[in-house]
Protein backbone atom coordinates (compact mmCIF):
# COMPACT_ATOMS: atom_id res chain seq x y z
CA UNK A 1 0.00 0.00 0.00
CA UNK A 2 1.52 3.44 -1.44
CA UNK A 3 2.15 5.89 1.94
CA UNK A 4 -0.14 9.03 1.59
CA UNK A 5 1.67 11.89 0.11
CA UNK A 6 1.91 14.85 3.37
CA UNK A 7 0.27 17.91 1.98
CA UNK A 8 1.42 21.39 2.11
CA UNK A 9 -0.30 23.86 4.43
CA UNK A 10 0.16 27.46 2.99
CA UNK A 11 -1.64 30.82 3.64
CA UNK A 12 -2.69 33.47 1.70
CA UNK A 13 -3.96 36.98 2.60
CA UNK A 14 -4.99 35.27 5.75
CA UNK A 15 -6.54 32.43 4.37
CA UNK A 16 -4.96 28.85 5.02
CA UNK A 17 -5.46 25.99 2.57
CA UNK A 18 -3.36 22.47 1.98
CA UNK A 19 -1.94 21.80 -1.59
CA UNK A 20 0.05 19.08 -2.62
CA UNK A 21 4.08 19.34 -3.15
CA UNK A 22 5.08 20.77 -6.17
CA UNK A 23 2.16 22.86 -6.78
CA UNK A 24 2.59 26.83 -7.29
CA UNK A 25 1.77 29.93 -5.40
CA UNK A 26 -0.48 30.37 -7.77
CA UNK A 27 -2.35 27.31 -7.71
CA UNK A 28 -2.56 27.23 -4.25
CA UNK A 29 -4.24 30.63 -4.54
CA UNK A 30 -6.57 30.00 -6.98
CA UNK A 31 -7.71 26.70 -4.95
CA UNK A 32 -8.80 29.19 -2.43
CA UNK A 33 -9.93 31.76 -5.03
CA UNK A 34 -11.44 35.34 -4.30
CA UNK A 35 -9.53 38.39 -4.97
CA UNK A 36 -6.35 36.75 -3.48
CA UNK A 37 -5.74 35.36 -6.87
CA UNK A 38 -2.67 37.00 -8.49
CA UNK A 39 -3.80 38.40 -12.10
CA UNK A 40 -1.76 36.57 -14.60
CA UNK A 41 -0.84 37.79 -18.08
CA UNK A 42 1.37 35.25 -19.45
CA UNK A 43 1.01 32.08 -17.29
CA UNK A 44 -1.07 29.27 -18.59
CA UNK A 45 -1.88 26.53 -16.88
CA UNK A 46 -2.63 24.13 -19.69
CA UNK A 47 0.40 25.21 -21.69
CA UNK A 48 3.76 23.73 -20.62
CA UNK A 49 6.94 26.02 -19.32
CA UNK A 50 4.38 29.22 -19.78
CA UNK A 51 4.83 31.72 -16.45
CA UNK A 52 7.64 34.02 -15.55
CA UNK A 53 7.60 36.59 -18.36
CA UNK A 54 5.06 39.09 -17.63
CA UNK A 55 5.87 39.29 -13.35
CA UNK A 56 1.94 41.03 -12.67
CA UNK A 57 1.74 38.15 -10.67
CA UNK A 58 4.20 39.19 -8.38
CA UNK A 59 3.75 38.59 -4.41
CA UNK A 60 5.59 38.92 -1.05
CA UNK A 61 6.26 35.85 0.81
CA UNK A 62 6.69 36.70 4.48
CA UNK A 63 7.37 33.43 6.19
CA UNK A 64 9.49 30.74 3.82
CA UNK A 65 8.46 27.95 5.99
CA UNK A 66 7.71 25.72 8.96
CA UNK A 67 11.15 25.14 9.23
CA UNK A 68 12.58 28.40 8.43
CA UNK A 69 10.48 31.50 9.08
CA UNK A 70 12.60 34.06 7.43
CA UNK A 71 11.00 35.81 5.07
CA UNK A 72 12.07 35.68 1.03
CA UNK A 73 13.89 39.00 0.92
CA UNK A 74 12.70 40.06 -2.77
CA UNK A 75 9.22 39.69 -4.49
CA UNK A 76 8.62 36.37 -6.18
CA UNK A 77 6.76 35.17 -8.90
CA UNK A 78 3.81 33.51 -8.20
CA UNK A 79 3.34 31.08 -10.85
CA UNK A 80 6.77 30.07 -10.47
CA UNK A 81 7.54 29.50 -7.02
CA UNK A 82 6.51 26.44 -5.23
CA UNK A 83 4.86 26.35 -1.78
CA UNK A 84 6.94 25.16 1.33
CA UNK A 85 5.06 23.80 4.54
CA UNK A 86 3.67 26.53 6.46
CA UNK A 87 4.79 29.22 3.74
CA UNK A 88 2.81 32.98 4.52
CA UNK A 89 1.88 34.73 1.13
CA UNK A 90 0.86 38.45 1.23
CA UNK A 91 -0.85 39.60 -1.91
CA UNK A 92 -3.65 42.16 -1.64
CA UNK A 93 -2.69 42.59 2.30
CA UNK A 94 0.94 43.83 0.99
CA UNK A 95 1.83 47.57 0.00
CA UNK A 96 5.02 46.17 -1.58
CA UNK A 97 3.29 44.11 -3.98
CA UNK A 98 0.62 46.60 -4.86
CA UNK A 99 3.21 48.97 -5.63
CA UNK A 100 5.51 46.55 -7.92
CA UNK A 101 1.78 45.73 -9.30
CA UNK A 102 1.65 49.34 -10.41
CA UNK A 103 5.61 49.05 -12.09
CA UNK A 104 4.96 46.37 -14.10
CA UNK A 105 1.46 47.61 -15.49
CA UNK A 106 3.23 50.91 -16.17
CA UNK A 107 5.95 49.08 -18.02
CA UNK A 108 3.44 47.20 -20.20
CA UNK A 109 1.80 50.45 -20.99
CA UNK A 110 4.76 52.04 -22.24
CA UNK A 111 4.59 50.56 -25.62
CA UNK A 112 0.87 49.57 -25.96
CA UNK A 113 -1.09 52.05 -28.11
CA UNK A 114 -4.74 53.14 -26.88
CA UNK A 115 -6.12 51.31 -28.84
CA UNK A 116 -9.44 50.28 -26.42
CA UNK A 117 -11.84 52.04 -28.56
CA UNK A 118 -11.18 50.40 -31.83
CA UNK A 119 -9.86 46.69 -30.24
CA UNK A 120 -12.00 43.76 -31.28
CA UNK A 121 -10.29 42.46 -27.64
CA UNK A 122 -11.59 45.33 -25.81
CA UNK A 123 -14.26 44.44 -22.51
CA UNK A 124 -12.15 41.20 -22.35
CA UNK A 125 -8.80 42.29 -22.17
CA UNK A 126 -6.93 41.04 -19.37
CA UNK A 127 -4.36 44.46 -19.44
CA UNK A 128 -7.72 46.67 -20.05
CA UNK A 129 -8.29 45.32 -16.50
CA UNK A 130 -5.33 44.90 -15.24
CA UNK A 131 -4.41 49.12 -16.45
CA UNK A 132 -8.20 49.72 -15.01
CA UNK A 133 -6.98 49.14 -11.53
CA UNK A 134 -3.16 49.71 -11.53
CA UNK A 135 -2.84 52.08 -14.03
CA UNK A 136 -1.70 55.15 -13.83
CA UNK A 137 -3.03 58.62 -15.91
CA UNK A 138 -0.14 59.46 -17.76
CA UNK A 139 3.24 58.04 -19.11
CA UNK A 140 6.64 59.00 -17.56
CA UNK A 141 8.21 58.25 -20.36
CA UNK A 142 10.05 60.62 -23.12
CA UNK A 143 10.70 57.99 -25.65
CA UNK A 144 8.56 57.16 -28.94
CA UNK A 145 6.22 53.98 -28.87
CA UNK A 146 8.08 51.18 -30.96
CA UNK A 147 5.94 50.58 -33.84
CA UNK A 148 6.16 47.86 -36.07
CA UNK A 149 4.44 46.98 -39.95
CA UNK A 150 1.88 45.05 -40.28
CA UNK A 151 2.19 41.85 -41.53
CA UNK A 152 -0.26 39.25 -43.16
CA UNK A 153 -0.52 35.87 -41.42
CA UNK A 154 -3.16 34.00 -43.27
CA UNK A 155 -7.16 34.97 -44.03
CA UNK A 156 -8.31 33.63 -40.62
CA UNK A 157 -6.27 35.70 -37.49
CA UNK A 158 -5.04 39.64 -37.73
CA UNK A 159 -1.61 39.78 -36.12
CA UNK A 160 -1.38 43.53 -34.28
CA UNK A 161 2.53 43.45 -33.01
CA UNK A 162 1.87 47.26 -32.00
CA UNK A 163 -0.33 45.60 -28.98
CA UNK A 164 1.71 42.24 -28.17
CA UNK A 165 3.02 42.01 -24.59
CA UNK A 166 5.69 38.98 -25.67
CA UNK A 167 3.40 37.38 -23.32
CA UNK A 168 4.47 34.05 -25.51
CA UNK A 169 1.87 31.96 -24.91
CA UNK A 170 1.11 31.95 -28.63
CA UNK A 171 4.20 30.43 -29.38
CA UNK A 172 3.61 27.96 -26.22
CA UNK A 173 0.00 26.96 -27.91
CA UNK A 174 1.66 26.38 -31.45
CA UNK A 175 4.59 24.29 -30.00
CA UNK A 176 2.29 22.20 -28.21
CA UNK A 177 -0.98 21.70 -29.67
CA UNK A 178 -0.15 21.90 -33.62
CA UNK A 179 2.02 19.54 -35.20
CA UNK A 180 4.67 22.24 -36.96
CA UNK A 181 5.07 25.46 -35.22
CA UNK A 182 5.18 28.57 -38.00
CA UNK A 183 5.88 31.51 -36.35
CA UNK A 184 8.22 32.31 -32.89
CA UNK A 185 9.71 35.29 -31.02
CA UNK A 186 12.36 37.36 -33.70
CA UNK A 187 15.13 39.45 -32.39
CA UNK A 188 15.80 40.61 -29.28
CA UNK A 189 15.02 43.59 -26.57
CA UNK A 190 13.18 46.25 -28.37
CA UNK A 191 13.06 45.14 -31.54
CA UNK A 192 11.88 41.62 -30.41
CA UNK A 193 8.11 40.29 -32.29
CA UNK A 194 6.36 37.83 -33.00
CA UNK A 195 6.49 36.98 -36.80
CA UNK A 196 6.69 34.35 -38.79
CA UNK A 197 9.37 35.86 -40.48
CA UNK A 198 8.75 34.78 -43.94
CA UNK A 199 5.46 36.06 -43.96
CA UNK A 200 3.88 32.60 -44.15
CA UNK A 201 0.42 32.19 -43.30
CA UNK A 202 -0.86 30.28 -40.62
CA UNK A 203 -3.03 27.60 -41.24
CA UNK A 204 -2.08 24.44 -39.43
CA UNK A 205 -5.95 22.90 -38.11
CA UNK A 206 -5.84 24.27 -34.35
CA UNK A 207 -3.80 27.53 -34.65
CA UNK A 208 -6.94 29.54 -34.12
CA UNK A 209 -6.45 28.82 -30.72
CA UNK A 210 -3.57 31.54 -30.48
CA UNK A 211 -6.75 34.39 -30.96
CA UNK A 212 -8.12 33.06 -27.49
CA UNK A 213 -5.10 33.07 -25.36
CA UNK A 214 -3.58 36.24 -25.94
CA UNK A 215 -4.62 38.29 -23.12
CA UNK A 216 -4.67 41.70 -25.15
CA UNK A 217 -5.85 42.44 -28.90
CA UNK A 218 -2.62 41.47 -30.47
CA UNK A 219 -3.99 38.60 -32.14
CA UNK A 220 -7.77 38.55 -33.33
CA UNK A 221 -10.15 37.10 -35.61
CA UNK A 222 -10.12 38.06 -38.73
CA UNK A 223 -13.35 37.05 -39.82
CA UNK A 224 -15.40 38.77 -37.00
CA UNK A 225 -13.39 41.84 -36.85
CA UNK A 226 -15.06 45.18 -36.09
CA UNK A 227 -18.72 43.25 -36.22
CA UNK A 228 -19.90 44.06 -32.83
CA UNK A 229 -18.64 45.05 -29.06
CA UNK A 230 -18.43 42.06 -27.28
CA UNK A 231 -20.77 43.38 -24.36
CA UNK A 232 -23.60 43.89 -27.27
CA UNK A 233 -23.30 39.92 -28.07
CA UNK A 234 -24.49 36.94 -26.16
CA UNK A 235 -22.26 34.41 -25.11
CA UNK A 236 -24.20 30.59 -25.51
CA UNK A 237 -22.61 27.16 -24.49
CA UNK A 238 -23.15 25.26 -27.61
CA UNK A 239 -21.69 22.24 -29.44
CA UNK A 240 -21.72 20.33 -32.64
CA UNK A 241 -20.43 17.33 -34.46
CA UNK A 242 -16.70 17.15 -35.20
CA UNK A 243 -14.14 14.31 -35.95
CA UNK A 244 -11.02 16.75 -35.21
CA UNK A 245 -11.97 18.35 -31.69
CA UNK A 246 -14.47 17.69 -28.93
CA UNK A 247 -17.03 20.26 -30.62
CA UNK A 248 -17.69 21.85 -27.70
CA UNK A 249 -17.00 26.01 -28.09
CA UNK A 250 -19.02 29.32 -26.84
CA UNK A 251 -20.89 31.22 -29.75
CA UNK A 252 -21.20 34.71 -29.38
CA UNK A 253 -24.67 35.70 -30.69
CA UNK A 254 -26.18 38.95 -32.10
CA UNK A 255 -29.77 38.47 -32.45
CA UNK A 256 -30.43 35.22 -34.17
CA UNK A 257 -26.46 35.64 -36.27
CA UNK A 258 -23.25 33.87 -34.52
CA UNK A 259 -20.27 37.20 -35.02
CA UNK A 260 -17.87 34.85 -33.70
CA UNK A 261 -16.58 31.30 -32.10
CA UNK A 262 -14.15 30.67 -29.61
CA UNK A 263 -13.32 27.54 -27.25
CA UNK A 264 -14.86 26.70 -23.46
CA UNK A 265 -12.77 28.93 -20.99
CA UNK A 266 -12.35 28.85 -16.94
CA UNK A 267 -12.66 31.64 -14.33
CA UNK A 268 -9.52 32.75 -15.05
CA UNK A 269 -10.15 32.76 -19.01
CA UNK A 270 -8.26 29.71 -19.39
CA UNK A 271 -8.66 26.73 -22.10
CA UNK A 272 -8.64 23.52 -20.61
CA UNK A 273 -6.39 20.80 -22.72
CA UNK A 274 -9.56 19.05 -23.67
CA UNK A 275 -11.57 22.05 -24.90
CA UNK A 276 -9.43 23.46 -27.73
CA UNK A 277 -11.09 23.69 -30.55
CA UNK A 278 -10.13 23.12 -34.79
CA UNK A 279 -10.34 25.93 -37.36
CA UNK A 280 -13.39 24.10 -38.84
CA UNK A 281 -15.73 24.60 -35.40
CA UNK A 282 -13.95 28.19 -35.45
CA UNK A 283 -14.10 29.99 -38.53
CA UNK A 284 -16.68 27.42 -40.70
CA UNK A 285 -19.48 27.24 -39.11
CA UNK A 286 -21.00 30.31 -38.41
CA UNK A 287 -24.37 29.67 -39.17
CA UNK A 288 -26.67 29.09 -35.90
CA UNK A 289 -28.11 26.02 -37.46
CA UNK A 290 -24.39 24.52 -37.13
CA UNK A 291 -24.43 23.99 -33.59
CA UNK A 292 -26.82 22.87 -30.71
CA UNK A 293 -27.07 25.54 -28.12
CA UNK A 294 -27.19 24.55 -24.54
CA UNK A 295 -27.76 27.69 -22.92
CA UNK A 296 -26.09 30.84 -21.60
CA UNK A 297 -22.36 31.07 -21.24
CA UNK A 298 -21.94 32.45 -17.06
CA UNK A 299 -18.13 34.51 -17.35
CA UNK A 300 -17.05 35.85 -14.09
CA UNK A 301 -14.41 38.12 -14.35
CA UNK A 302 -13.79 42.25 -13.63
CA UNK A 303 -14.63 43.09 -17.02
CA UNK A 304 -17.66 44.37 -18.83
CA UNK A 305 -18.38 41.25 -20.30
CA UNK A 306 -20.36 40.08 -16.80
CA UNK A 307 -20.61 43.48 -15.45
CA UNK A 308 -21.98 45.81 -18.33
CA UNK A 309 -20.19 48.69 -17.05
CA UNK A 310 -16.81 50.09 -15.60
CA UNK A 311 -16.67 49.71 -11.69
CA UNK A 312 -13.73 49.12 -9.99
CA UNK A 313 -13.86 46.11 -7.44
CA UNK A 314 -13.43 46.66 -4.16
CA UNK A 315 -10.79 45.30 -1.78
CA UNK A 316 -12.48 41.92 -0.43
CA UNK A 317 -12.43 38.00 -0.60
CA UNK A 318 -14.89 36.85 -2.69
CA UNK A 319 -15.64 33.50 -3.80
CA UNK A 320 -16.04 32.75 -7.96
CA UNK A 321 -18.42 30.25 -9.13
CA UNK A 322 -15.65 27.71 -8.98
CA UNK A 323 -17.07 24.26 -7.10
CA UNK A 324 -13.13 23.73 -6.41
CA UNK A 325 -12.78 27.14 -4.50
CA UNK A 326 -12.97 26.86 -1.17
CA UNK A 327 -12.41 28.84 1.93
CA UNK A 328 -10.57 26.48 5.02
CA UNK A 329 -9.59 28.67 7.26
CA UNK A 330 -8.57 32.21 8.32
CA UNK A 331 -6.98 33.32 11.02
CA UNK A 332 -9.73 34.57 13.43
CA UNK A 333 -6.99 37.16 15.19
CA UNK A 334 -5.01 38.52 12.17
CA UNK A 335 -6.29 42.27 11.62
CA UNK A 336 -5.26 42.14 7.26
CA UNK A 337 -4.16 45.79 6.11
CA UNK A 338 -5.43 46.73 2.63
CA UNK A 339 -4.15 49.01 0.94
CA UNK A 340 -6.56 51.89 -0.87
CA UNK A 341 -5.75 52.73 -4.45
CA UNK A 342 -5.77 56.45 -4.66
CA UNK A 343 -3.50 59.34 -4.81
CA UNK A 344 -3.51 59.67 -0.94
CA UNK A 345 -2.99 55.53 -0.67
CA UNK A 346 -2.32 54.85 3.21
CA UNK A 347 -3.39 50.94 5.30
CA UNK A 348 -6.17 50.81 6.98
CA UNK A 349 -7.39 48.06 9.63
CA UNK A 350 -9.50 45.55 7.89
CA UNK A 351 -12.20 43.79 10.47
CA UNK A 352 -12.21 39.97 11.18
CA UNK A 353 -15.46 39.92 9.29
CA UNK A 354 -15.52 39.43 5.79
Known amino acids: ?49 SGGRCRTCLVEVSKGSDKDS ?15 DGMEVKNLTSPKTQEARHAVT ?26 YEHGVESTRTDFERRTFEPEDIGP ?26 EHGILFRGEHAEISTYLNKALENDFIGNVIDVCPVGALTDRT ?33 EV ?7 DQYDEITRE ?22 RHIDRHSVISLNHYQKPTNELRLLDNPDAKEISRKDDAKESYLIENSDAKEISKKDEI
Request: aromatic share 6%.
Open 1 to 49: MSEEIKKFKVTIDGQTTEVAPGTTIMNAARQIGGRSVPPAMCYYSSLET
Open 70 to 84: RPMPKLVASCRTEVM
Open 106 to 131: EFLLINHPLDCPICDQAGECHLQDLS
Open 156 to 181: YIKLNMNRCILCARCVLVANQLTEER
Open 224 to 256: SRFMSRVWFTKPMDAHCDCDKCSGKAVVWLKGD
Open 259 to 265: IRVTARK
Open 275 to 296: DYICNTCRFGRKNAKDWVIEGP
